[in-house]
């Protein structure tokens, strides 16, 4: 079977231009490690981690803007590094807050000149225009000149752009990064239409959007320092965790680390802090329902109040907290966005 | 369902990605009327400074013309250096130039069309300083040996836009210092090209070695061609300087197709063709 996209082994390490002796390999960098997938036709991939987990650097290497430190990387059938010029009329690729084109150029006339560097002619490429921006809701910007576009539309056409040269694989880099919840909705929209549109298309999408990745994706991946954690579907990965009682537990603000003295609690697999406006919530992960109580136990002798307590459905993010110990918003050192 | 579109390759390609990297020059660049100010008259008051100085020297007429017609290429050579040498950077901080990479075109069809664009742009700038520069200073220009002249122009303009596309590529690996480098080059270059007066006054070695910039041997060649007395101030014989021009087109534009694929391995390399995200 020929993959959409396949990787084995793949590495990749940045080191430093000048390496000093002193600081060794301490300098060296290591933002892949031993990646391997397997991407289906037709399937819509999502790579779930948060920033500087190696997503951004798996993409650059899939569309031959990075080459490999280790091991391959094929894509439409042909490898990334030594048939870059086979890979590349078959791929297209979108960056979330990307500012490219001219802003002089109008929309129209800034997808006619991406239109025109994969060859596709003049008038393949204004009928296709006129379509792709009717379907993201920007007809009425055509002739709008793109410095003068709210990101949001900058981002569609950002988004028409990649779709314009009929790629088999398009590779989505977070693409909704910075976006109102109308142009993300837009946006993810279109996505699914192009995918459902032909069984044959490939879409790789990286977010740190858990609920993004839970919408839109057949498959995902986990991602962290470099490495694989799981892949599978969403629901297969959230199954994971129906065994096990997810609790969040809402009190007045508490210090981070009252997460550590309820992990300490036998039965608690999980806990991570997340500090809200004026509140903190903790969010458990239980081998068992019944212990909770002791969970409630241990935070009365700490003297915490209790507001509110929860019983939930596990989510992407409880996969991720389960296996990196952490929530995705703690890894990367800010509050979550969306 | 969207029906699947047909792509052309090759020569065909190239040409299309060519016309399409031009446009923006042309087409973008033209639609904000600041140039006229910026490029057209701020040059111009230079270029009066050098005309008021000779003529309170009681200098030859000629060295009027000389001044214009060196005001006129110095609008090429802003163009080569900050639209051409500079510009593969700047592609690279907006997200372009990873987006050129991976577009299945060559990326010669881009440096061209940019070169190609440059061109047009810089040509209106340099006649508007030209009929600025004649109406201001009574200056008048021969048209007889007007093959020669195109074809000392397209030379000219070949080997200088070859130099930009060379640069372009090494810059590139430079980054934010490209700005400074670019700085750097500009007064030693109105200097080294006799910009306004004759090159030949340098000295023959002097400017024998300021001749590796396309500059000077063109501007002198034009300068020839176009001015009355200006056979008797130039370097050497048109023919010769058509020659080196010759030679330097050659030269640059090999080093440019060489020094382009050098510099996408390194980059691809390295991981140096995206913006740089903090």
């Known amino acids: 079977m020929q993959f959409a996209v396949e990787t084995e082994h793949l590495g990749r390490v940045y080191r430093p231009k000048r390496a000093s002796k002193d600081r060794g390999d301490a300098a060296v960098r290591v933002a892949l490690d031993d990646v391997n997938l397997q991407l289906p036709r037709g399937e819509l991939f999502g790579l779930l981690g948060p920033n500087g987990a190696g997503k951004t650097t798996l993409i650059k290497i899939l569309t031959t803007l990075l080459s490999p430190s280790t091991g391959s990387a094929r894509v439409a059938g042909y490898d990334v590094a030594r048939e870059p010029e086979r890979v590349r009329p078959r791929i297209n690729m979108v960056s979330g807050g990307e500012a490219s084109g001219y802003g002089l150029l109008t929309v129209r006339e800034n997808l006619w000149m991406f239109g025109q560097f994969y060859g596709l002619s003049s008038a393949d490429t204004n009928g296709r225009i006129t379509e792709l921006v009717d379907v993201v ?127 300490l609690v036998a039965g608690v697999r999980k806990a991570a802090h997340r500090d809200g406006d004026g509140f903190a919530t903790l969010e458990l992960i239980l081998e068992a ?11 009365q002798r700490q003297n915490v109040q209790l507001v509110k307590l929860t019983k939930r459905e596990p989510t992407l993010e409880d996969v991720f907290v389960d296996l990196v110990g952490r929530r995705m918003a703690e890894v990367e050192g800010v509050a979550p966005s969306q | 369902m969207l029906p699947r579109l047909s792509k052309a390759t090759g020569w065909q390609l ?36 050098y005309v008021l100085v000779y003529r309170s020297l009681h200098a030859p007429p000629a060295l009027v013309s000389f001044v214009v017609v060196g005001g006129a290429m110095g609008a090429f050579w802003a163009n080569v250096m900050w639209a051409m040498a500079n510009q593969l950077y700047w592609e690279k901080e907006t997200g ?38 004649a109406l201001l200073f009574d200056v008048r220009f021969s048209t007889a040996h007007l093959p020669m002249l195109v074809l000392t122009c397209v030379l000219t303009m070949t080997a200088l836009y070859g130099m930009g596309m060379l640069f372009a590529s090494l810059f590139l690996l430079f980054g934010r210092e ?54 008797t101030l130039g370097l050497m014989a048109v023919p010769w300087e058509l020659l080196g021009l ?6 640059f534009l090999s080093s440019a197709r060489f020094m382009l694929r050098h510099m996408e391995r390194l ?4 991981g140096r063709l995206t913006q740089s995200r903090s």
């Not at chain 1, 539309?153 to 009929?166: E, H, T």
């Not at chain 2, 973008?28 to 009066?48: D, H, I, K, M, Q």
Request: charged share 20%; with cysteine; glycine share 6%.
């Open chain 2, 246 to 251: 010759g030679f330097l087109v050659a030269i």
């Open chain 2, 14 to 49: 190239f040409v299309r990605a060519t016309l399409a990297r031009m446009y923006p020059r042309v087409i973008g660049a033209n639609r904000e009327r600041t140039w006229v100010f910026f490029e057209v008259l701020l040059p111009c008051l230079s270029l009066t400074a």
């Open chain 1, 137 to 263: 809701n920007m007809s009425d910007r055509l002739n709008t000149k793109s410095y003068e576009l709210s990101t949001g539309l900058r981002q569609k056409m950002n988004i028409v752009r990649g779709y314009l040269s009929d790629p088999d694989v398009v590779f989505l880099d977070e693409p909704t990064l910075g976006l109102d919840v109308a142009a993300s909705r837009d946006v993810r929209g279109f996505i699914r239409r192009w995918m459902d549109e032909d069984p044959g298309r490939t879409t790789v999408l990286t977010t740190h959007y858990m609920a993004e990745a839970d919408d839109l994706c057949d498959r995902v991946a986990i991602i962290n320092g470099g490495r694989l954690l799981a892949c599978d579907s969403p629901s297969a990965l959230k199954r994971r965790l129906r065994q096990d009682a997810i609790f969040e537990i809402e009190t007045p603000p508490i210090d981070a680390t009252m997460a550590g003295h309820v992990s």
């Open chain 2, 178 to 231: 490209t700005w400074h480098l670019v700085n750097l080059a500009q007064e030693p270059v109105h200097l080294c090209a006799g910009m306004y007066f004759p090159v030949k006054s340098l000295g023959v070695w002097v400017a024998a070695a300021a001749s590796v910039i396309p500059l000077t041997l063109g501007l002198d060649a034009i300068r020839q061609l176009t001015i009355a007395d200006g056979p």
């Open chain 2, 267 to 270: 980059a691809i390399a390295e």
């Open chain 2, 96 to 133: 372009n130039l990873a987006l050129y990479i991976i577009a299945p075109m060559s990326m010669m069809a881009v440096l061209l069309g940019m070169a190609l664009g440059g061109m047009f742009n810089a040509a209106t700038r340099a006649l508007a300083i030209v009929v600025v520069g």
């Open chain 1, 289 to 299: 329902e019944h212990v909770i109580g002791e969970v409630l136990a241990c935070l």
